[in-house]
C-alpha cells in the first residue's frame, strides 16, 4: 500500500540519494580512465552533451515510471499497461532490471572491497603494522572474501534501516563528505610538479577526435552507467519521491551533480598521473596509451603516494575512503532494486529479505573471486554492456509507445503544473519515443 511504503522526507535527501546511486566508482575511477584513452577533452566535451541530451530523458523516463507507479519497476510498468502482452513485457523488463542491479552488485562488491583494502594499508602502516599493511594489498582469496564480506555488509546495513533512516539518512552523511574530500585531493594534487601537464592533457580538447565513432560509442555508454540507468534503481528511487516534486527539475539536478563529479574526478586522476609520472612512475604502456583499468588504480596511485613521503600515507588513506564511499553510495541503491521488489511483490519482511538477497549477491561474489580471471569480466559485461542499455531501452519504449500520453501529463504535471507549456513537454515525449530507443541501440549493437 502506498502510505506505508517509504518516501524521501526532503528534496535534499532525494537530490543526495539518487546523486549517490549515480556517483561511485564510475565517475571516479571509470571517467578519469576513459577520457585519458579517448583523447581527453575531447571525450569530456561529448560526454557533457550525451549525458544532458540523452541520458537525462533516459533517466527522467524511469524516474517517471516508478513516481507514477509508486511501486517497484515490475509493479510499476504494469500499472501503465492496459493488455495483457503488455503486462508481462513489463515483468520482463523489470525483473531484468532487479537481476542487473544484483550482478553489478556482485562485482561491484569485489572492486569495492579492494578500494577499502586499499584504505586500510596506508591506515596500518602508520599504526606500524607492517604485516599488516602488506597482507591487506596482496591479491589473494581470503583477503577478496574478508573485505567483499564487510563492503557487503555495511551495504546491508544501510538498506535494513529503510529509505528515510537508512538510504536517506547515510546519503546525507556521505555524500557532503565525498565531495569535501575530492575538493581537498584536487587542491592538493594541483600544487605538485606535473600536474599542469596533467591539465593540459584534460582540458584542452583535440576537437578532430569529437566524432570518432569509438568514443561516441564509449561517451554514450559511460553516461548511461554512471545515471544508474536500466537497473530498476532509478524507478524506485523515483516511486519514493513525493508528489509535490517537480520531477523534471530534481532529474536536471542530478544528472548535473553527476556529471560535476565525475568532471571533478578527471581534474583529480589525470593531473595525478601526471605527478606520478613526474616522479619517475611509469603511466603510459608500451604502445604509448595511458595506463588504465584496475593496474592504474591499485599500481599507479599508491606510488605516487609513496613518493610523497609521510603526508601521502594520508593523502592515499583519503583517496581510497573516497573511492570507498562512493562505491557504498551506488551499492544500496543496488540492492535496493531487489529488495524493494521482493519486499512489495512477495510480502518479504524489509529486514528478511535484505539480509537474504544481500547473502545471496555475496555468495554469487566468493564464487567470482574463485575465478577471478574470467568471471569478473564476463560478469561486467553481461550486466553493462548488454543488460544496462537493454533494459534502459525498453523502459523508453515503456513510455514512448505503451504508456498513455495524457496519464503521462498528468503525472508530470504534479509539482510542476506549468510543464504543458514548458520545452520540457514539447520536446521529452518525442525524444524517449524515438531518438533514446534508436541511441540506444546503436549503443547496443557496437557493443555486440
Ligand atoms: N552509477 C554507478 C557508478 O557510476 C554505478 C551503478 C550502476 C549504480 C547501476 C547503480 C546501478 O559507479
Not at 307 to 334: H, P, R
Request: proline letters at 3%; one cysteine or more.
Amino acid at each position: 500500500m502506498a502510505s506505508s511504503r517509504g518516501e524521501f522526507s526532503s528534496r535534499l535527501g532525494f537530490i543526495l540519494a539518487a546523486a549517490g546511486s549515480a556517483v561511485g566508482l564510475g565517475n571516479i575511477w571509470g571517467f578519469p580512465t576513459q577520457t585519458a584513452t579517448n583523447g581527453g577533452a575531447a571525450f569530456v566535451l561529448v560526454y557533457l552533451i550525451l549525458a544532458f541530451c540523452l541520458a537525462y530523458p533516459a533517466f527522467m523516463a524511469e524516474l517517471v515510471i516508478g513516481r507514477y507507479g509508486q511501486a517497484n519497476a515490475v509493479t510499476s510498468m504494469q500499472k501503465m499497461s492496459r493488455h495483457m502482452w503488455q503486462k508481462r513485457f513489463a515483468f520482463i523488463v523489470g525483473f531484468g532490471g532487479v537481476i542487473c542491479a544484483g550482478l553489478i552488485l556482485s562485482f561491484y562488491g569485489i572492486i569495492a572491497g579492494w578500494m577499502m583494502s586499499y584504505a586500510v594499508e596506508p591506515a596500518a602502516n602508520l599504526l606500524g603494522m607492517q604485516s599488516v599493511s602488506d597482507w591487506v594489498i596482496t591479491q589473494g582469496h581470503v583477503r577478496n572474501i574478508l573485505f567483499a564480506a564487510v563492503f557487503m555488509f555495511l551495504t546491508i546495513f544501510i538498506i535494513r534501516k529503510g529509505v528515510e533512516q537508512g538510504i536517506e539518512k547515510w546519503s546525507k552523511r556521505l555524500m557532503p563528505a565525498l565531495i569535501g574530500l575530492l575538493i581537498l585531493l584536487i587542491l592538493y594534487v594541483i600544487t605538485l610538479d606535473g600536474a599542469t601537464d596533467g591539465l593540459r592533457a584534460y582540458l584542452q580538447p583535440d576537437m578532430s577526435r569529437v566524432f570518432e565513432p569509438d568514443l561516441l560509442i564509449s561517451a554514450l555508454g559511460q553516461a548511461f552507467f554512471s545515471l544508474s540507468l536500466g537497473t530498476s534503481v532509478m524507478v524506485i528511487y523515483g516511486s519514493y519521491i513525493s508528489k509535490k516534486e517537480n520531477l523534471v527539475k530534481l532529474g536536471a539536478q542530478v544528472t548535473l551533480i553527476d556529471v560535476t563529479i565525475a568532471f571533478m574526478a578527471g581534474l583529480l586522476i589525470i593531473p595525478a598521473m601526471y605527478v606520478a609520472q613526474h616522479q619517475g612512475v611509469q603511466i603510459f604502456a608500451a604502445d604509448g596509451s595511458l595506463i588504465s583499468g584496475p593496474s592504474m588504480v591499485f599500481a599507479v596511485l599508491p606510488s605516487l603516494f609513496e613518493g610523497m613521503g609521510a603526508i601521502g600515507l594520508f593523502v592515499g588513506f583519503a583517496f581510497f575512503v573516497l573511492m570507498s564511499i562512493a562505491a557504498l553510495t551506488s551499492s544500496i541503491s543496488m540492492l535496493e532494486g531487489p529488495v524493494s521488489y521482493a519486499v512489495e511483490r512477495h510480502n518479504l519482511e524489509r529486514k528478511k529479505a535484505t539480509t537474504l538477497i544481500g547473502l545471496i549477491i555475496f555468495a554469487m561474489s566468493v564464487v567470482i573471486i574463485f575465478n577471478l580471471d574470467f568471471m569478473l569480466d564476463l560478469v561486467a559485461m553481461i550486466a553493462t554492456e548488454y543488460g544496462q542499455p537493454i533494459i534502459a531501452m525498453l523502459c523508453c519504449v515503456f513510455v514512448g509507445w505503451i504508456w498513455n500520453r495524457n496519464d503521462m501529463l498528468v503525472e508530470i504535471k504534479q509539482g510542476n503544473p506549468e510543464v504543458e507549456s514548458s520545452l520540457f513537454w514539447k520536446v521529452w515525449p518525442w525524444y524517449t519515443k524515438f531518438v533514446c530507443p534508436a541511441a540506444i541501440l546503436m549503443v547496443f549493437i557496437h557493443s555486440l
